[in-house]
């Protein structure tokens, strides 16, 4: 069983559309998160919600909307893509801050 | 401020051979320190994780790192490298539960025949 799913695995699309990738975590984790992966495999983090509650928004722009129904899933939803937002995007879980993080296998972003 | 630098973007050894992976920290806290393991489309596995306690970590496929204060550095190693160690290695810092995991730049491992 995949412990950290997200969907879909790649998504190509146009400027100035919007698109979601869904996120889910079946290991009873109270944190997740969304980390951006660029072209030169520099990662940073997005977003983090404890408890769906968001606790980290680091400095992304207001395109970017988070959404965590429960604590099992957060979703990511990008208005109006941009060139810019290719990257590979990945979700990840934890039980509690500064504690390991479990990945998924991540979603390639390609804006044309 | 916090930082994780990697002082090399590329490592070749081959097979057999030890394997180095350097990592130099910055931070005004205790740190934890991490080091990742990514294969080719795939996420980020753990390899291992330092928390205060032992300064000697051990991992999981036989890696180890030791955190060395006085010089800040995190360095990740291996007495004999497989052919299935090939992957990108990023190390990671986090601080005061933040949950805020800061990565270096990665380093790609290869490892020849």
């Known amino acids: 069983d995949t412990a950290v799913s997200q969907t879909p695995k790649y998504l190509v699309t146009q400027m100035g559309n919007d698109k979601s990738i869904k996120c889910e975590q079946n290991?009873?984790?109270?944190?997740m998160y969304w980390y951006k992966q660029d072209s030169k495999k520099f990662l940073k983090i997005m977003f983090s919600?404890?408890?769906?509650?968001?606790?980290i928004n680091e400095t992304v722009p207001n395109r970017f909307s988070p959404k965590s129904p429960d604590k099992a899933h957060l979703n990511l939803h990008i208005n109006s893509l941009e060139l810019g937002d290719s990257a590979v995007y990945f979700c990840?879980?934890?039980?509690?801050?500064?504690?390991?993080?479990?990945f998924g296998s991540g979603t390639q972003l390609s804006v044309l | 401020a916090q930082s994780v630098t990697q002082l090399d973007s590329h490592v070749s050894v081959s097979e057999g051979t030890p394997v180095l992976l350097r990592c130099n920290y910055s931070s005004s806290y205790s740190p934890s320190l991490f080091w990742y393991v990514q294969h080719p489309n795939k996420g980020l596995q753990l390899l291992l994780k330092?928390?205060?306690?032992?300064?000697l970590v051990k991992g999981i496929n036989g890696f180890e790192a030791e955190f060395k204060k006085s010089e800040t550095s995190f360095h990740l190693t291996k007495p004999s490298a497989h052919m299935s160690d090939a992957a990108e290695y990023f190390c990671?810092?986090?601080?005061?539960?933040?949950?805020?995991?800061?990565f270096g730049q990665g380093t790609t491992l290869q490892v020849k025949p």
């Open positions: 330092y928390t205060s306690a032992a300064t």
């Open positions: 919600y404890n408890n769906k509650e968001l606790i």
């Open positions: 990671a810092l986090s601080w005061s539960n933040t949950g805020k995991l800061i």
């Open positions: 290991l009873g984790h109270d944190t």
């Open positions: 990840a879980s934890s039980q509690g801050q500064n504690e390991k993080l479990f």
